[in-house]
């Protein structure tokens, strides 16, 4: 904190204020709001810990605007997929305790289900899809010239990491989880930057200072803590907020509904690694969006190849793009953790049908997944599934996928190879 300025004269304000008084009115308010949200930090903590280490109240939330009309998809009047898989995949996601199933292919919705009592309206959590988003939000602020790359060294917006070995973490690093930062664990202790940096009234603070473990660039570490550095990020390098630059450079452009994102503090940070809430449709126009390379409406909004990079991954786990999951070689079980570590692991019962295919999936096992090649989206979201019968991740697109009614000189995707 600076020192208050000495002098023998003290300034007074049109309002009679003395400069002194003003410097020791700033201090008392600074010492008031730190008390105030310390207060509020150990109340979101002790709740967190009764609840199991899990968030079930996302508070505060803020709206994000969307398309301020927007127009439902189209629906296609003869699927192009046989409609007993369509069927079987509605029968699939009801049994798995969804609240919304949409397959869309070739620009028009084939199939669309709600459950639960949700409907094409509803507010749905998206966990976890909210990363794909954030990455979705670098690759547009690159198109508009506010990020130059994604090799772009995260210190050219944070002065604070300049000087330090945080400045090796690119743009790129975060988007791939190898930053090199903590990655996500549990922790009782009040103190532990894991709990920080998920739940305090002052995430940057507890972002930027979150500490780093290995070098940037050599270790895979999913983290929530480091998705959420890509909000702060992006509102450092366009100078606008995360809500309004997700809302008004992204959502709108590609006709979605808008919703609500979970922030810090009232007019804070928001969390861009976990919990807005939006429609079904939303999720799967941004899916669309990146099936179509980043067009939307005839207008470019990702930099040509970008998508490309989304879907490529890494030596230190080829199972995870730019927060974006892969097909990669195939495993019958494949974790968010470091490959190497053990963990909860998803269950993919056969190879994928197209090699090529990624996905955004979240907790609670809301997926959506994306072929490019065959021009097919298909989306997700609910609850946890029962533990019996188990998940399948290949189940819903694989079935889909190979009851398509190709039409002649239609490309088709290659499977992925069993291994």
Known sequence: MEKPIASARPLRTRRGWTALAAVALLSTLTAARVQDDEALYRERFAALMQNGGVILNYTPMEPVAGAPAPRPLPVAATPSIAPQALDAAVDYAARMNSTALIVWRNGKIEREAYFKGQDRTSQLVSKSLSKPLAAIAVGRAIQLGKIRSLDQSVADFMPEWRGTPKAAITVRYLLDMRSGLLEQMASADPDHPINRAYISPQLAKALISYPLTHTPGTHYGYANAVADLVGLVIE???????????????????????????????????????????PAESYLRLAILLAEDGVAGGKRLLPRGYVSEMARGTAQNPHYGLSVWIAGPYVSRRGFANPAKP??????????????????????NQTVWISRRARTVVLRMGDNPPAQPEWNNSHLPNLLLGNIRWKAGERRPLPQPAQ
Not at 254 to 277: E, F, K, S
């Open 236 to 278: 450092r390098a366009t100078g606008e907020r995360y809500v309004d630059f997700i809302g008004t450079r992204i959502l709108a452009p590609i006709g979605a509904p808008g919703g609500r994102i979970w922030v810090d503090h009232p007019g804070g940070l928001a969390h861009a690694g976990c919990c807005m809430t939006l």
């Open 343 to 364: 963990g909860p692991k998803v269950l993919h019962a056969a190879p994928y049908l197209d090699r090529d295919l990624f996905l955004f999936d979240g907790n609670s």
